[in-house]
């Protein structure tokens, strides 16, 4: 069965440093997506992502995010420097259309010590 | 923007029912319905796309009231792998929308004991 597969599952990184997790989304699919989620809160979205180019974005994706899709299969997020309350698990997701249901990688935690 | 689920939680011993309830003050074109269990990634359960539709695998199926905003879910003979958190996040998925953002509330919780 396809699925969304992300990498890093865990990355420890220093603040300030900047770092790249990896998904390759399910391959027929058009619609991609960035969550994330802190230890005991609700999911967020971050930002999606169609057409090669950003479709929308959440308040919480600013000037320090941005999203890449570098080849057919991966879809990546960077993060240029990150700071302590980045640490969370963030979730790749994807969908064939717009309106029809996203399935989710197992996520990578990241923590910013 | 989040549906509003209720209850907030619930325990249930292996074999008992339970009902979730999902409702938005906002047009619903869909509802979609995913668990996630503690340290995981939430995986969908079902999708209904029309009003009145009503979907089920294995003892989970789910009705959905598009006049009511309303949609609920029915687990049956509960099983220790129903155990997780319950969403029913909002999508505005217009059919054609490029917008395919998910609003997470903060789910039902449900606990199964042996």
């Known amino acids: 069965e396809p699925e969304v597969t992300q990498t890093p599952s865990h990355q420890v990184t220093q603040m300030g440093q900047e770092v790249i997790l990896r998904c390759v989304p399910i391959s027929n699919h058009l619609y991609f997506y960035w969550y994330r989620q802190i230890l005991g809160q609700k999911v967020e979205f971050l930002v999606s992502f169609y057409n090669n180019e950003i479709s929308e974005k959440s308040e919480i994706f600013d000037d320090q995010f941005s999203v890449e899709r570098p080849d057919g299969s991966n879809f990546t997020l960077k993060i240029r420097s990150t700071k302590l309350e980045d640490s969370a698990m963030y979730f790749c997701?994807?969908?064939?259309?717009?309106?029809?249901?996203?399935?989710f990688g197992q996520g990578t935690r990241l923590t910013v010590v | 923007q989040q549906p509003v689920q209720s209850p907030q939680a619930v325990i249930l011993r292996e074999g008992e029912d339970a009902v979730i309830n999902c409702s938005s003050s906002k047009a619903l074109y869909s509802v979609h319905w995913y668990r996630q269990k503690h340290g995981e990634a939430p995986v969908f359960l079902m999708i209904?796309?029309?009003?009145?539709e009503q979907k089920g695998h294995d003892k989970i199926s789910a009705s959905f009231n598009e006049k009511k905003q309303q949609s609920s879910l029915y687990l049956t003979a509960s099983q220790l792998s129903y155990s997780g958190t319950y969403f029913c996040?909002?999508?505005?998925?217009?059919?054609?929308?490029?917008?395919?953002?998910?609003?997470f509330g903060r789910g039902t919780q449900l606990t199964v004991w042996p």
């Open positions: 996040p909002r999508r505005r998925n217009l059919e054609g929308s490029t917008l395919g953002r998910l609003y």
């Open positions: 209904l796309l029309k009003g009145g």
């Open positions: 997701a994807s969908s064939r259309q717009g309106y029809t249901e996203a399935f």
